[in-house]
């Protein structure tokens, strides 16, 4: 498992936009590059709901139908970092966000940061 540290959350206006980063240490030899990754967020009640996620494994992103076309995912391999720029917040996008690792060829997301809350509201 890695470390990871999120950071980029607020409040923001409807309309607004920011951006989430995540910073991973206790990466393998191996390097950044071969890991997974993907952010989640949870509504107060509910469980974590898939934002966006991408792997090294294919050239394939996964976006939720609620962000696509506002969200964007993407990572500096070198700075062990991912982040999700987020557009034409809604109040909807109101949550915890989290960011999530493993390596790609891991089933499942064994690493999570320890969330960063994002308000958006006028």
């Known amino acids: 498992q890695v470390h990871l540290v999120e950071s980029g959350g607020g409040l923001v206006q409807p309309g607004g936009s920011l951006r989430l980063s995540c910073l991973a240490s206790?990466?393998?030899?191996?390097?950044?590059?071969?890991?997974?990754v993907g952010w989640f967020r949870q509504y107060p009640g509910e469980g974590r709901q898939a934002v966006s996620c991408?792997?090294?494994?294919?050239?394939?992103?996964y976006y939720a139908d609620s962000v696509k076309g506002r969200f964007t995912i993407s990572r500096d391999n070198d700075k062990n970092t991912v982040y999700l720029q987020m557009n034409s917040l809604k109040p909807e996008d109101t949550a915890v966000y989290y960011c999530?690792?493993?390596?790609?060829?891991?089933?499942?997301?064994?690493?999570w940061g320890q969330g960063t809350q994002v308000t958006v509201s006028s």
């Open positions: 999530a690792a493993a390596l790609a060829t891991s089933v499942e997301f064994d690493s």
């Open positions: 991408e792997s090294p494994m294919d050239d394939k992103i």
């Open positions: 206790g990466i393998t030899a191996s390097g950044f590059e071969h890991y997974a």
